[in-house]
Every structure is written in C-alpha cells, then in structure tokens.
C-alpha cells in the first residue's frame, strides 16, 4: 500500500499564496490518481482539486478552487502538489490529500483508498 505525507501548510495573510505537498512512499504515486481534500473546523471535509495519473492537464476542481488553485504532480519525485494563490480566510481548513485506484477524478472522497494526516492552512484577514 502507499502512504501519504503532506507538508507546506500554514498561516499566511489574505491574499498570499501556499503549495502544499504530498508525497507518497511505498508505491510509486505515479500508479494512482491523486486528490486534495480540506475540511474546516466544525465542518465536513470537501473535495479541493483531483489530477489524474497522467498530470498535466487531466484534473478537476471544486469551483472554489477554479483560477485560484492548481494540481499538479511530479512522479519522479513522487509528489503532488496543490498551488494556491489569493488566499481567502475561508480557505482555512485542515488539508488531505488522498490517493485512489480508479482513473476517475472523483469529489467524492469515498473513491479514495489512501489519505495522509493532512496539513493545516490558517489564512488570516
């Protein structure tokens, strides 16, 4: 099975800009699609953003996440990350990613088999 770590979260002003990584061991992550998912306190977690095993441009977003957010992966170093700019408070959320079998980029987060422990992002106004 593959293990999940992510790391790049913290507290950043409105407006600024974090990446978040994710970075696998135990499988080659290049064998799974890959999501990011955040839940804020009190709150249910939500779908983020999802790339396929193929990057590039074969994703999917949340539309709070559209124009804002990217996904992307790097195989070779077995992580993928979640670029994020113009941070808003609301974007503040304990922040997994997940890894999954099938093709699909699912937002649901039943789809996944993997998740890490997840990184906390505080976006401060």
């Known amino acids: 099975q593959v293990q999940l770590v992510e790391s790049g979260g913290g507290l950043v002003q409105a407006g600024g800009s974090l990446r978040l990584s994710c970075t696998a061991s135990g499988r080659p992550i290049s064998r799974y699609t890959v999501g990011w998912f955040r839940q804020a306190h009190g709150l249910e977690g939500t779908f983020v953003a999802a790339?396929?095993?193929?990057?590039?441009?074969?994703?999917n977003y949340a539309d709070s996440a559209k124009g804002r957010f990217t996904i992307s992966r790097d195989n070779a170093k077995n992580t993928v990350y979640l670029q994020m700019n113009s941070l808003e408070p609301e974007d503040t959320a304990l922040y997994y990613c997940?890894?999954?079998?099938?093709?699909?980029?699912?937002?649901?987060?039943?789809?996944?088999?993997?998740w890490g422990q997840g990184t906390r992002v505080t976006v401060s106004s």
């Open positions: 790339v396929s095993w193929t990057g590039g441009d074969n994703a």
């Open positions: 997940a890894a999954a079998f099938s093709p699909a980029l699912s937002i649901s987060s039943k789809q996944y088999d993997y």
